[in-house]
């Protein structure tokens, strides 16, 4: 269901993990008005890949919405 506030509808929303002293990495998977949104928070001194993470993060999404395609399930990717 979309959100509004003060008759401007919210478009995304990410979930942000804080991150603490023993974190290197922080994930987040938002559920919102039909898509789904990931957050990534991360220590750049723990975590010097994180491009690489998020690739391969938006790859494995990118392989499940094929095999659902092929199963003709209502899913898309969306890239922000």
Request: hydrophobic residues 50%; charged residues 30%.
């Amino acid at each position: 269901v979309p959100l509004f506030f003060r008759g401007a509808r919210l478009a995304e929303a990410y979930g942000m993990v804080p991150l603490g002293d023993e974190a290197g990495l922080g994930v987040a998977v938002l559920s919102y008005d039909g898509k789904l949104f990931v957050g990534l928070n991360a220590d750049f001194d723990r975590v010097a890949d994180l491009a690489l993470f998020r690739d391969a993060v938006a790859e494995s999404f990118a392989e499940l919405l094929r095999e659902a395609h092929k199963r003709r399930a209502r899913l898309s990717l969306v890239r922000a």
